[in-house]
């Protein structure tokens, strides 16, 4: 089957620099990619990885190993309004997206 | 980045009657629209993905005579709960992409409570 894993929550401190997971298992793989989704409002683009590597994008980057289906998302300089819910969403060989449950941040003063 | 504009941000309808979503591309056009939705704490269940001119394509599990889409338009898809019931009651979220285009935009979503 599909299987998308990420943490269901973690915490960090403002200015800090945290590392969010993702691992995938789908059938088939045409990208992945990160959103975040604050409380109560829908999600919005971070980022998209097709090939192996690191992506940057100011203080987010986003990592990609399709051999290893893995995925990670790198925050830095943590700000407060960096609190949300970070989803992660691997594309399948009918390009579906097969979503992460995600992981709520948590960023503490 | 692209705009959707999905309406209303939420409403309250009683239970039996019929609630009717819209999902509007403002500045490119949506040849594939993705209604989704989430209930609290939880990921993101596609419903159905509609491509324009055409039937949509649901979900398993997803009662297409429940939840009816009509992607009449490159701008414009709706979505209509039909009889709803206290368990629709549930974040909506549509999104669209343009062809051939990698990423896809979202609404920014409609609260649905059935009291």
């Known amino acids: 089957g599909q299987n998308i894993d990420q943490p269901t929550e973690m915490t960090a401190t403002e200015g800090a620099i945290v590392q969010i997971n993702c691992t995938y298992q789908t059938s088939g793989f045409n990208g992945l990619f990160w959103y975040q989704q604050h409380a109560g409002e829908a999600p919005t683009f971070l980022s998209y990885?097709?090939l192996d590597g690191l992506e940057e994008k100011g203080r987010f980057s986003s990592f990609l190993s399709r051999s290893k289906g893995y995925s990670y998302l790198l925050l830095k300089e943590l700000q407060m309004k960096d609190s949300a819910s970070y989803l992660c969403?691997?594309?399948?060989?009918?390009?579906?997206?097969?979503w992460g449950a995600g992981t709520k941040l948590i960023i503490k003063p | 980045g692209a705009v959707v504009s999905q309406h209303p941000s939420w409403v309250i309808c009683k239970s039996g009657t019929s609630v009717k979503i819209e999902c509007r591309s403002l500045?490119?056009?949506?040849?594939?629209m993705f209604w989704y939705r989430q209930f609290p704490k939880q990921s993101l269940m596609l419903m159905a993905t509609s491509n324009e001119g055409s039937k949509a394509t649901y979900e398993q599990g997803v009662e297409k005579d429940k939840f009816l889409i009509n992607h009449a338009s490159l701008t414009l898809s709706t979505l209509t709960v039909t009889s709803a019931h206290p368990e629709d009651s549930s974040f909506y979220i549509c999104?669209?992409?343009?062809?051939?285009?990698?990423?896809?935009?979202f609404g920014q979503g409609t609260r649905l409570t059935v009291v």
């Open positions: 500045d490119f056009q949506a040849t594939t």
């Open positions: 990885n097709v």
């Open positions: 969403a691997a594309k399948d060989s009918n390009y579906q997206l097969i």
């Open positions: 999104s669209a992409r343009d062809r051939g285009e990698t990423e896809a935009f």
